[in-house]
């Protein structure tokens, strides 16, 4: 149970805490507010309960459940790139594209980063799926609009969520994974 609750806890604010440390916003938002840990904590206790009583069941009909939740990360994705963004404008770092991309696009994946390093197993964006290039898509046009069109934030926010959930379903659709090299051993 704390085993899921400390992965959980980390997916949930490490990519915020990171984001923080780098924008010198100290001591980071899930210290200063730590609703969203309180929140984060309370749901991997319930997810660790659900898995525990009923979790042969899920597992035996996962493939729904697995859609719902593509659907809600691809949401919390791009939501939280856009965040990390703001976060970037917010200490005052609007015209430094590069620093608000890498912040927003590491908000987004830098938790699941943590998680996947803590549970001892290669991070997933590192070796299959289109997610954290969904985001830094995303990020890019988020960044630009803001740059360089007088386009409303907030129509700047629908059209990035837009196109980095797009992208997340149509990777899960089709089952786009990045590029590898094949070992020898294959």
């Not at 976060?87 to 991309?101: D, Q």
């Not at 927003?104 to 938790?111: D, H, N, R, S, W």
Request: one cysteine or more.
């Amino acid at each position: 149970m704390l085993g899921a609750v400390v992965l959980g806890l980390a997916t949930a604010v490490g990519g915020g805490i990171l984001r923080d440390i780098i924008l010198g916003y100290l001591p980071p938002a899930a210290f200063r507010v730590p609703v969203f840990s309180i929140i984060a904590i309370i749901t991997s206790l319930l997810a660790f309960i659900i898995a525990y009583f009923v979790g042969k069941k899920i597992k035996e009909n996962f493939e729904p459940w697995a859609q719902i939740i593509n659907i809600f990360d691809s949401i919390g994705l791009a939501a939280f790139t856009i965040a990390g963004i703001n976060a970037a404008h917010a200490c005052g770092f609007a015209e430094n594209s590069f620093l608000s991309i890498f912040v927003g696009v590491l908000t987004a994946v830098g938790g699941g980063v943590l998680r996947d390093i803590m549970a001892g197993v290669v991070p997933g964006i590192l070796k299959k799926r289109v997610y954290a290039i969904a985001a830094l898509a995303g990020a890019c046009i988020y960044q630009g609009l803001m740059e360089l069109t007088s386009l409303k934030n907030q129509y700047a926010v629908i059209i990035s969520i837009g196109a980095i959930f797009i992208i997340r379903i149509l990777a899960t659709l089709f089952n786009w994974n990045l590029p590898s090299v094949k070992s020898n051993e294959e």
